[in-house]
């Protein structure tokens, strides 16, 4: 339901195959009845309480996390609660109110849900558009390596992409494991070409001590990078 939700805000045309005849089936009997939305810890607690291969959780934690949950089902009209040990509840300690929350997303993103209803086979076509791009430009920066927390490799990398007419396009690459290793040693003006996707992520912008804003930031995830030999 949140995987069709965020498609769907995105702009694609969405359709929810469901096989039982209600959505959320199994949300509803969580946390006995309550729904156990998530726990309110830092994230760095969060993952020292996974049993195994919390790594793997990488990504997707920090690409949308515990308080950004939060955050959606507030402003989708469902009061949470925090209680002991960080748990996170709806307000009123009913599961159905998350359902519903959920439900009026799916509503207002305008997502087609079809109850009673299985998927079948995959169909795949080859020349459907995907999120992918390639990038031939130079580094104007010098990159920033560094790890995470966790021991992940990461390297920010500018890179400056020339237009026919003069100009420059800046765009902010993000590399990791090994090609962070390797982007690490660029130096700038080094000519690369890079393939990846555009992903966003959200972050929170403190104005001033008292007002904070809630921003969006989009930049290229590296899948390859290669250093060509300079002009």
Known sequence: MMAAITAAKAGSEVILLEKNEKT?????????????????????????NVMEHSKFLYSAIYGYDNQAVMRFFEEAGCPLKIERGQRVFPESDHSSDILRALDRQLHQSGVEVRLHTEAGRLLIDENEKTNQIFLDGYICKE????????GREIADVLLAVNRSYGKSDYIPCICWGRNARFA???TVGSHIQIVGRVQSREYVKRIDEENVEHRVAYEVSV?????????
């Open 24 to 48: 959320g089936k199994k949300l509803f009997i969580t946390g006995k009845g309550r729904c156990n939305v998530t726990n309110a810890c830092d994230t760095e607690d969060l993952f020292a």
């Open 184 to 186: 690490s040693g660029f």
């Open 143 to 150: 990159p920033i390596y560094r790890k995470t927390p966790l």
């Open 223 to 231: 899948s390859k990078v290669d250093l060509l030999e300079n002009d």
